[in-house]
């Protein structure tokens, strides 16, 4: 049965333009804490809840189901779609669930393009709060004033925001999910150039660091067919995936030469991915990942013919990140016992115990790349295979890699069982990887190398660097021995760093 805030909303589709947004008409309300004027909801009841009570339930269901990536550390900026919940609340929804709820942020900054009134700039909000059916989201009001008074490409213009729903409708995501207290600075932009968004680019481009946020506010194609909707979006956000602002620009010209049938634009907030996106051009430590895409049409409210594309993406920054694979003590406990019963199970073609993960902490449930290594007791190296790509659960990593390690390291004999109890096993947990272009980048002894190059790869963990090797040395070695490149092959590879947290049954002292 449809929920009455689903019933409101369809008869509010049915009973406005399909590229507008009608607003309710609310009294001035002053600021609790503040004289200044608080920005009242324009959309809630039509293009979500009214109702705190609903409005939390609904956003529970959508977290609840909402997809979570590997790549999700560090992240500095997040794009979401901004139509009504019952067609991109999940979404949307699903960019968020990217976030760390604990995260504290100095600023938040939710930008988008407005629908209904054009103007040269930028308009923020310095007059109050935001209201939001589940209470108000506090505006930096002095940062606010302090970037219109320093840039002339901001000003304050109350017909930009009273009515728009680009940026109201991301706020109760935020109210939800993030459990410190935050304030925003909301813009809206009133001008459609490339220009106008470098400008405004620069004027944020201070603010745009570690600590802070920046929310972009964009559906993508509106109202081409299914097929359409799915291939202009497609190429709409392999643009936005270069990390190049040309490119997006060249996209928006490319679909719009096209012609799909019914398309009247590929993202009505281009302009704000644009500004966006100049913030983030020539960064190599930031990366843009796309968490999901969906349209109206997989909705039970849309149809094929007519329909509006909706992503999710993410901007992560590679730098500061090795230690966002934090380990307990009782982790490291847990990830040696898996692996040591993993082998000894599989040796001894018993069938294999279920992990019980009722107590496992977060980091062991994680997606995240590890080696398991195994040594003999006079210390020599009896097996080591590991994992990159963080595609599974932690501990589940560690399991088959011990059992790999174990049967399937190439260069030895498989594991007999009478060996299992003398070997020593270490587990080395990895942290993303980093493309380098010096190997000035690289820091021996603390970082591992990742050479790829024309199909062959091949790596050395943190810890051969002690060796005594030099960089050269250390490079060479693994492009000839590991990777098949020869001595000097290295030099024209792609080259990656990583870290790794390091620990073993013996450094723990865990006999067996």
């Known amino acids: 049965m449809k929920s009455a805030f689903q019933l409101t909303f369809i008869i509010f589709l049915l009973t406005t333009s399909a590229s507008t947004c009608t607003a309710q008409n609310h009294p001035d309300m002053k600021n609790k804490n503040l004289d200044l004027v608080n920005r009242q909801t324009a959309v809630a009841g039509s293009f979500y809840p009214s109702d705190p009570a609903e409005l939390t339930s609904t956003l529970e269901d959508f977290f609840q189901k909402a997809v979570e990536i590997p790549d999700n550390k560090n992240i500095r900026a997040l794009i979401a779609p901004h139509a009504g919940y019952v067609f991109s609340g999940f979404v949307a929804a699903s960019a968020y669930r990217q976030l760390d709820r604990d995260a504290e942020y100095e600023h938040i900054f939710v930008i988008g393009s407005s629908h209904h009134t054009g103007f040269y700039g930028a308009s923020i909000y310095n007059k109050g709060n935001y209201e939001t059916p589940l209470g108000e989201v506090e505006v930096d009001v002095d940062l606010a004033s302090l970037l219109i008074k320093k840039n002339s490409c901001f000003t304050f213009k109350e017909g930009a925001h009273i009515k728009e729903h680009s940026l109201e409708v991301q706020l109760p995501f ?116 796309k968490v999901i895409y969906k349209n109206s049409g997989n909705t039970p409210y849309g149809d094929h013919d007519r329909v509006v594309g909706y992503v999710s993406l993410i901007v992560t920054d590679q730098n500061n ?60 190296l009896r097996g080591c295979i590991g994992q990159f790509q963080p595609e599974a659960p932690l501990y589940k990593v560690v399991k088959e890699m011990a059992i790999s390690a174990a049967l399937r390291d190439y260069r030895f004999s498989p594991l007999k069982s009478d060996e299992i109890p003398i070997v020593d096993i270490e587990i080395s947990v990895l942290t993303p990887l980093k493309k380098i272009h010096s190997i000035n980048e690289l820091e021996l002894g603390k970082d591992g190398i990742y050479i790829k190059k024309d199909g062959r790869s091949g790596t050395f963990l943190p810890q051969v660097a002690e060796t005594g090797w030099s960089k050269e040395e250390f490079l060479g070695h693994c492009s000839r021995d590991k990777a098949g490149l020869g001595w000097d092959g290295w030099k024209d590879a792609n080259l990656y760093t990583y870290q790794a947290i390091i620990f073993s049954e013996k450094e723990m002292g865990i006999g067996h």
Request: charged letters at 25%.
């Open 321 to 380: 990140t090795e230690e966002k694979a934090f380990l307990t003590e009782e982790d490291k406990t847990v990830l040696l016992g898996i692996a040591r019963k993993a082998i000894s199970e599989k040796i001894d073609n018993k069938r294999f115990s279920k992990i019980d993960t009722s107590n496992f902490s977060k980091t062991l449930l994680a997606p995240a790349g590890a080696f398991v290594t195994l040594h003999t007791a006079k210390g020599q």
């Open 174 to 289: 935020l109210k939800y999910w993030l459990k410190k207290p935050f304030k925003i600075v909301p813009i809206v932009l009133g001008s459609q150039s490339p220009d106008v968004s470098e400008k405004i680019t620069d004027a944020l481009k201070p603010y745009f660091k570690p600590g802070n946020l920046f929310i972009i506010s964009t559906d993508l194609s509106h109202y081409p067919t299914w097929d359409g909707a799915n291939k202009a979006d497609a190429h709409i956000i392999s643009g936005i995936l270069t990390g190049s602002p040309e490119r997006l620009l060249d996209a928006l010209d490319e679909n719009e030469k096209a012609h799909y049938p019914g398309l009247l634009t590929s993202m009505c907030g281009w302009p704000s991915v644009l500004s966006l996106m100049y913030l983030t051009a020539n960064q190599e430590n930031l990366n843009y990942h």
